[in-house]
């Protein structure tokens, strides 16, 4: 077998681009149409459909997998998913995550089963949207929004609060704190098995 | 001599064994179980019930290693953590036999079974062994398809700890340190098979003083802490080594911070004081911080009688101006650091002119100052000491109570040998009885100590005129080594730093021109004062009939002395250094605040003698020590202490070194006996390790652990009285009364027993004195 090591093709492209880009040496006059040539190119793009939007007027929907604002999830009857174990500080590689847990109690329950995340901050000055916060939540409570437009005008601001954060309450959502659904336990709810609002 | 050097020592004793763990040899003394001498090899054989300060159990199976002895294989793999070195032992573990990687593989299976996957949930997830081990020696996928075996949970088994029995590995760790360290079997493994479970025992609650050392060695969260459920992972805590401020004992301890808080304490490695263990208090009680309202800026109380935010050069000045030219007095308190209490003997030998110094915020008496300022320094007695002894006497003292480490050393070696416990208590607590101490109702009836006994003398024997005499008499007669344990941890370091009318630094005596000459040398100054200091009592009486204008007081809670001692302060200008705002700050006329021992550095020195430093466990706190704001004060008086910080008084402190001279001679008293007459009855008190300690406050999970208070007599007493088990009796004197439940025990008649300060029974506020003579009826 020929074990040398020749190039498949000579033609690489390497030597049109060297051409392409040989810089214009000669100043005759000749060169003259050439330069016409370069201003066609600007003058025809005016008239073609323009890639850039009107941003803020419009706004475009970004690729259904675009990374961006978090959220926290909460299960139908409004309670919240997160079980404040910090899986996601753990995981995040900014360190942009800070969760405390807290006990659940009977009077005032914000998660199924005993534990919920009682300050959950996410600090987007730090955070490079990498998404593997969301892979290491065990609930599916963290998930990722299509958001992006996370700009303010202090450092403060863009530290999330758990407010800030909490997915919006849907029909038939209680805001927490509330009970779990009448017989209902934590492994329903971690089942999947609760539907439909309006607690149970 | 360093651990090394001991091992060294016995070793030339002890016969040497030589194994092959892995094919390398290692010479272990005899007896040393294989998972030990594999640890010296550094290989690491997973575990979950070993551990070096239990027996072993043999438990959990996870540490299966093959072996092989003069050329015969035991059939199946073995326990490595039950089986002791031999000659020609050849230890395969996971590292070179598939076998016993396979035996440990499916042990992790079995475990794994019912294991809940809590992890999210679980306080040990990110320092949880199982985890670890589960990762090392587990399997990848599980091939388990049935249901788990799931439990109530968590059931509390006492207000404090939190069982999830799913979590539980049945590793025995738990229950072998409830009875083997503590001594407290209240909880243990009940059922059978895969119902097995940790239990307590119904009608006898889990309240061990040590029950957190339980949560600390259970090798998974099946054991957590009430106060630390949910609060955080091991990633967002900065550990910092302490030293504990809760009692004598001296444990070494480990604080966790989140965010400039402290969230946990575990006990510290420390093999010549505390071993691996805390008692529930050093490990729980924290949070006396945070629970009232902290002294945020200097305070000056105003024309208008109101206390007003001050800045520093204000408050500083005014305190200044205060003390100058007066007469003063300083009240330190037992909490200080080594440092700080220096700083306050400085303070008033330069800056006041005056020997009135005491550190002893409790009752206390001439005979103790005497004791105090002649004996304690050169007290030599240690922990080996109790390890090696013959005889343990115990002298107003109750270990389990006042020095709970000292308790678990001699508890220790009881349960090794034949060891003889005698205290001279009115009745027998629940330490004395795990002690199987024989009462004496006089220290002169004690006899037959060898000279390898030791006699552990208390802060309280000092209450009792004549006591501390009998019993320096009575080590002098047998040659038993003396030890003086008080109760608070800054005691003994007081006494070193010369807070004490009698002392300058160092153990010198004050009524020696040498030592006098000597201190004022290294301080620079002319000459000290040479006229006899006052002892707290005198200096609060001193106060009220103006003999003296003004007092410096520090972490004083004046219901610790007397009922009467706040009252003492109203008339004169006191300048209190505070942590938080307390019965002192509300009369004081300055409120400086000051640093807690986790915002400082410094050092506590433990009932030894011997040193205790830690270091500042929030880096960037702004509080200061003590010894920097008296700093201050002397500098704006125009008398400069120079003790600018904690790290120059730890130097000035090494530099004076301590008194070559001879000691002052100890005059002793003779014993006075008090008589009970038909109506009155003597009482007792001492206090519970649990109780209304300002120290304790806000921690409520570990106030559900503290022991009821019970007021104690005989049977015959009862009988008398009319009164059954647990019905309330009414104890008074002139002063006030208590009314408590009645606990029959066995006592002498005319003999009442009551604790000094907890819920419903604080006897100084109530009755106005700790021991002496009261009215007993039925309520
Ligand atoms: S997306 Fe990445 S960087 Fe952002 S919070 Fe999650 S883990 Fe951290
Ligand atoms: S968002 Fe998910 S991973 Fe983060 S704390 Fe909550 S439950 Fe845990
Ligand atoms: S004990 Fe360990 S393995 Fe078990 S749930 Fe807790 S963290 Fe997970
Ligand atoms: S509770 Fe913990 S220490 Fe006790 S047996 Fe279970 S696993 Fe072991
Ligand atoms: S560690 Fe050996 S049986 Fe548990």
């Avoid at chain 1, 309670?79 to 995981?91: F, P, V």
């Avoid at chain 1, 909490?166 to 959502?173: E, H, I, Q, R």
């Avoid at chain 2, 985890?131 to 404090?160: L, W």
């Avoid at chain 2, 007397?562 to 509300?586: C, G, M, P, R």
Wanted: glycine share 8%; net charge negative; aromatic share 6%.
């Amino acid at each position: 077998m020929d074990n040398s090591l020749t190039p498949r093709s000579n033609d690489l492209g390497l030597t049109a681009a060297a051409k392409a880009n040989a810089p214009i040496e000669s100043q005759e006059a000749k060169s003259f149409a050439k330069q016409l040539q370069g201003f066609w190119v600007t003058f025809i793009t005016m008239f073609k459909k323009v890639n850039t939007v009107e941003y803020p007027e419009v706004k475009e929907p970004t690729a259904e997998r675009f990374h961006g604002r978090h959220q926290l999830n909460r299960y139908d009857d409004g309670l919240e998913k997160c079980i404040g174990c910090e899986l996601c500080a753990w995981a995040c590689p900014a360190d942009a995550i800070l969760v405390e847990g807290e006990s659940n109690t009977e009077e005032e329950r914000f998660s199924p089963g005993e534990r919920y995340g009682k300050v959950y901050q996410i600090n987007y000055l730090r955070c490079v949207f990498c998404g593997l916060c969301i892979e290491a939540c065990p609930t599916r409570a963290l998930t990722m929004t299509n958001g992006y437009e996370l700009a303010d005008e202090s450092r403060a601001k863009l530290i999330f609060e758990k407010e800030d954060l909490m997915a919006p309450l849907k029909a038939g959502m209680l805001q927490p704190p509330h009970p779990m659904a009448p017989g209902k336990t934590h492994i329903d709810y971690y089942r999947g098995d609760i539907k439909g609002g309006s607690n149970g | 001599m360093t651990p090394e050097q001991a091992l060294l020592e016995t070793q030339a004793a002890v016969e040497m064994i030589t194994v092959v763990i892995d094919g390398f040899e290692v010479t272990v003394p005899k007896g040393t179980l294989v998972i030990r001498a594999a640890e010296k090899l550094g290989i690491q054989i997973p575990r979950f019930c070993d551990h070096p300060l239990l027996e072993p159990a043999g438990a959990c199976r996870q540490c299966l290693v093959d072996i092989e002895i003069n050329g015969r294989a035991f059939p199946k793999p073995q326990a490595s953590c039950t089986i002791p070195v031999e000659n020609n032992m050849i230890v395969k573990t996971q590292l070179t036999s598939p076998v016993a990687e396979k035996a440990q593989a499916g042990i992790m299976e079995f475990l794994l079974i019912n294991h809940p996957l809590d992890c999210p949930v679980c306080d040990k997830g990110g320092e949880c062994p199982l985890q670890n081990q589960a990762m090392s020696a587990g399997r990848p996928e599980s091939r388990f398809e049935g249901v788990k075996r799931t439990f109530e949970k968590p059931v509390s088994i006492s207000s404090q700890v939190l069982l999830d029995r799913e979590r539980c590995v049945l590793c025995a760790r738990c229950t072998r340190f409830s009875e083997q360290i503590a001594g407290d079997p209240f909880i243990t493994l009940i059922e059978r098979g895969a119902l097995q479970q940790v239990g307590i025992y119904e009608e006898d609650p889990f309240e061990s003083y040590y029950s957190g050392n339980t949560v600390q060695i259970c090798p998974v969260g099946a054991l957590t802490g009430a106060s630390y459920r949910f609060r955080a992972r091991p990633f967002d805590l900065v550990s910092v080594d302490s030293a504990c401020e809760h009692c004598a004992s001296g444990c070494a301890m480990r604080t966790d911070i989140r965010r400039g808080k402290t969230l946990r304490r575990l006990a510290g490695d420390d093999s010549s004081v505390n071993e691996e263990w805390n008692c529930d208090k050093g490990r729980w009680a924290f949070k006396y911080l945070t629970s009232r309202e902290r002294v945020a800026s200097p305070m000056i109380r105003g024309e208008d009688g109101e206390l007003h935010e001050a800045s520093w050069p204000e408050a500083i000045a005014f305190a200044a101006a205060g003390l100058k030219g007066k007469r003063a007095g300083v009240l330190v308190g037992g909490r200080a650091t080594v440092e700080d209490a220096y700083g306050y003997s400085k303070f008033a030998r330069v800056a006041l002119g005056t020997n009135d110094i005491d550190f002893r915020s409790r009752p206390h008496s001439d005979e103790e100052s005497s004791f105090l300022s002649s004996v304690v320094l050169g007290l030599k007695t240690t922990y080996k000491d109790i390890d090696k002894a013959d005889q343990v006497v115990l002298l107003g003292f109750e270990p389990e109570e006042e020095s709970p480490i000292v308790f678990l050393r001699i508890y220790k070696q009881l349960r090794k040998r034949a060891l003889a416990v005698i205290s001279d208590a009115p009745v027998a607590s629940r330490g004395s009885v795990k002690l199987k101490a024989q009462l004496v109702s006089d220290i002169s009836s004690i006899s037959g100590l060898t000279s390898k006994s030791v006699i552990l003398v208390g802060e309280r024997l000092g209450e009792k005129v004549g006591a501390l005499s009998a019993a320096v008499d009575l080590a002098e007669k047998s040659g038993a080594k003396l030890a003086w344990i008080p109760r608070r941890a800054g005691e003994r370091g007081a006494i070193a730093s010369g807070a004490i009318a009698t002392l300058l630094p160092g153990g010198r005596p004050v009524s020696q021109a040498s030592a006098r000459v000597d201190v004022a040398a290294a301080w620079a100054v002319d000459s000290l004062p040479a006229n006899p200091g006052r002892s707290t009592s005198e200096i609060l009486h001193a106060l009220i009939v103006n003999n003296l204008d003004a007092v410096v007081i520090g972490g004083v809670d004046p219901l610790d002395i007397s009922n009467t001692a706040l009252s003492q302060l109203l008339n004169s200008f006191v300048v209190s250094l505070e942590i938080t705002h307390s019965a002192v700050t509300a009369v004081a006329d300055v409120v400086l605040p000051v640093a807690a021992v986790i915002e400082k550095s410094g050092s506590f020195q433990d009932w030894q003698g011997s040193a205790r430093t830690f270091e500042k466990a929030i880096a960037d706190s702004l509080s200061r020590s003590d010894v920097r704001i008296l700093s201050m004060i002397a500098d704006e008086m125009g008398t400069p202490i120079n003790l600018p910080t904690v790290a120059a008084t730890a130097r000035e402190i090494a530099a004076l070194g301590n008194w070559d001279g001879a000691a002052i001679s100890f005059e002793k008293t003779s014993t006075v006996k008090t008589l009970a007459t038909e109506e009155k009855m003597n009482l007792t008190s001492w206090r519970l390790l649990l109780d209304l300690g300002t120290l304790q406050d806000g921690e409520t999970n570990l106030a559900g652990t503290a022991r009821k208070a019970t007021a104690r007599i005989s049977k015959t007493k009862a009988e008398k009285l009319g009164v059954n088990e647990g019905e309330l009796i009414s104890i008074s004197s002139d002063l006030g009364s208590l009314k408590l439940p009645v606990e029959i025990s066995e006592m002498s008649d005319n003999e009442i027993w009551v604790p000094r300060n907890s819920i419903d029974s604080q006897v100084i506020a109530n009755l106005g004195f700790v021991n002496g003579q009261v009215t007993v009826v039925k309520a």
